[in-house]
């Protein structure tokens, strides 16, 4: 049973639109990471979110908090094909253990 | 945000060889360190955390005797795939966490072929 349930998958659109990325669990987390990996590279942190109902903005991305600290959401506007990458959600429902969604991989084509 | 190295980036080795990856926290002091596996195209599978001065902890399916893993510093972590066999051929990521602020740091990882 994946704890992080993440959604979708794969996601490939054009260059300009908006999409939104889901990270959700039946657990309480005391932080959701988002991270964005590229091939051959290690995930690089994008943000943190600690405070349930949380939104933090980071250019064209914006992430939310669930007010029941259960579930997190990622969504970009006007998408680049820079965007394009592996991302990942994480929390430490467990002291000190992250655990990973299975990834959302996307791509943005010109 | 903190910096944390792998090394080697790349590794090729025959099988029956050992090999030893290097995890190091840069500009902080890491009590504890993580250590995944990551198969194409699919999430970060967590191996063991790794602590210094003591035992590091396997997660389960996880040989201990076949990945072995040193945390002799505060900066650094090692881990040793011994005897090695093609199917151990992966990409191998560390972390290193921020306890303040609930983060970790990844490093950018070692990609393992074992001919």
């Known amino acids: 049973t994946q704890l992080l349930e993440q959604s979708p998958q794969f996601l490939s659109i054009q260059e300009g639109e908006n999409l939104t990325v889901y990270c959700n669990s039946s657990?309480?987390?005391?932080?959701l990471q988002w991270y964005r990996q590229e091939p051959g590279e290690g995930p690089v942190l994008l943000v943190t979110v600690v405070t349930g109902g949380e939104v933090k903005k980071l250019k064209r991305l914006t992430f939310q908090f669930g007010d029941a600290r259960k579930d997190s959401s990622l969504h970009i506007t006007a998408a680049q094909p820079g965007d394009t990458g592996l991302y990942l959600c994480?929390?430490?429902?467990?002291?000190?253990?992250?655990?990973f969604g299975q990834g959302t991989r996307l791509t943005i084509n010109p | 945000g903190a910096v944390v190295s792998q090394h080697p980036s790349w590794v090729i080795c025959k099988s029956g060889t050992s090999v030893k990856i290097e995890c190091r926290s840069l500009?902080?002091?890491?009590?504890?360190m993580f250590w995944y596996r990551q198969f194409p195209k699919q999430s970060l599978m967590l191996m063991a955390t790794s602590n210094e001065g003591s035992k590091a902890t396997y997660e389960q399916g996880v040989e201990k005797d076949k990945f072995l893993i040193n945390h002799a510093s505060l900066t650094l972590s090692t881990l040793t795939v011994t005897s090695a066999h093609p199917e151990d051929s992966s990409f191998y990521i560390c972390?290193?966490?921020?306890?303040?602020?609930?983060?970790?740091?990844f490093g950018p990882g070692t990609r393992l072929l074992v001919l």
């Open positions: 972390s290193a966490p921020d306890w303040g602020i609930e983060t970790q740091y």
């Open positions: 657990s309480v987390f005391s932080s």
């Open positions: 994480a929390g430490a429902p467990i002291a000190q253990k992250l655990v």
């Open positions: 500009d902080f002091q890491a009590t504890t």
